[in-house]
């Protein structure tokens, strides 16, 4: 779990990580704004907004180990998605008087060597990331527009218009799906979801500035869910919420972020001071776990140690079953499987 820190407290952000035995390891002093993370392989990476950087830990049952610091060249990172071997890294200029007026950046950074190896100029603010199918998908929240960006050579395909606001994304059966936020000239919050079609062209809902939907976004139980007045609710082809169904119940100012791990809903919980929470959920609403974590709770990273140890099906032998199973998943692109991945490049071939 990111946990930002105190604002006014420089360094304070914290790297919270939960067992599956419910144990909490709090890491402190992580850096200024610990603002998303990301877990791949054996790694966790970690955007550093105040301090302009990424840093690469690794990642061990009991601890975990800085190995990198890379420079997002003054820009102040937000989200982090890997797809390729490679890490995508949105930015903005830390300039407040400049950056809601300027495009922003998707650094991508070689997990290889640590390197920034390229750097792609898309809308204004872009927050949210979506890997999905070969492409990179950037929520540009400065302005109205989703970027769709080739990973195999990093070039800007469409910029699609999705209403204002655009910041988290999902999908669902190839369609994408936007959670929006933005402000009127009154400094109220209005809220909306789009879709992108897959031929491109986007869908619109409005729900306007007197309801408190947040900015989260999943895929749960073969549907999309978006944050709704405390809780996550279902939303249906038209793009309505049907409050009826939601899960959880909590203070709307409250609810920071939420997000679906091992099947379950998590969402934390903060008051930017003395409440610092994280909840677990069943389908059905029920509470299953609450924990307490570092100052300020917002991004959620899950991970699984990666042995690459070529055992595919898991029966403690090496054996032709192995082999074969390898050999699937290169000929047909199967979803990736560190057993697999022999050499550790992220790729099964």
């Not at 070969?134 to 540009?140: C, F, L, R, S, T």
């Not at 009127?184 to 729900?207: P, R, V």
């Not at 944050?227 to 409250?254: C, H, M, R, T």
Request: with cysteine; net charge negative; glycine share 10%.
């Amino acid at each position: 779990v990111a946990g930002e820190g105190s604002f006014y407290d420089s360094g304070s952000g914290s790297i919270s990580r939960i067992n599956a035995d419910g144990q909490i390891d709090i890491f402190e002093n992580v850096g200024s704004v610990v603002h998303a993370v990301e877990a791949y392989q054996n790694m966790l990476l970690v955007s550093i907004n105040g301090e302009y950087k990424v840093q690469i830990y690794n990642i061990f049952e009991e601890n975990i180990e800085l190995v990198a610091e890379v420079s997002m060249d003054g820009q102040s990172p937000r989200e982090i998605v890997v797809a390729d071997h490679k890490a995508y890294v949105t930015t903005w200029d830390p300039d407040w008087t400049v950056y809601p007026n300027i495009d922003g950046y998707v650094k991508v950074i070689n997990l290889d060597n640590f390197q920034v190896e390229e750097s792609i100029q898309v809308g204004v603010m872009p927050e949210g990331l979506l890997y999905n199918n070969g492409y990179i998908w950037v929520a540009n929240s400065g302005e109205s527009t989703v970027s769709k960006i080739n990973v195999t050579n990093n070039i800007i395909e469409d910029e699609i218009y999705v209403g204002h606001g655009p910041l988290f994304l999902s999908a669902l059966n190839d369609v994408i799906y936007v959670a929006r936020t933005y402000y009127d000239d009154n400094w109220s919050a209005n809220f909306g979801t789009s879709k992108i079609g897959l031929g491109g062209s986007s869908q619109i809902m409005e729900y306007g500035a007197g309801i408190a939907c947040g900015g989260s976004i999943m895929k749960y139980n073969n549907s999309i869910y978006r944050s709704f007045e405390g809780g996550v609710a279902p939303i249906n082809q038209d793009l309505e919420i049907i409050s009826e169904e939601k899960i959880g119940n909590y203070y709307a100012s409250l609810l920071y972020h939420a997000d679906v791990i091992n099947d379950n809903v998590w969402m934390t919980l903060t008051d930017f001071s003395n409440i610092n929470e994280v909840k677990e959920l069943s389908i059905v609403g029920e509470e299953i776990n609450s924990y307490q974590v570092g100052a300020i709770p917002g991004d959620f990273a899950q991970w699984d140690m990666c042995y690459f140890s070529g055992d595919v099906n898991q029966d403690e032998s090496l054996n032709v079953f192995d082999a074969v199973l390898i050999m699937n998943g290169a000929l047909y692109s199967l979803p990736y499987n560190c057993e697999s991945d022999l050499n550790s490049d992220g790729a099964i071939n």
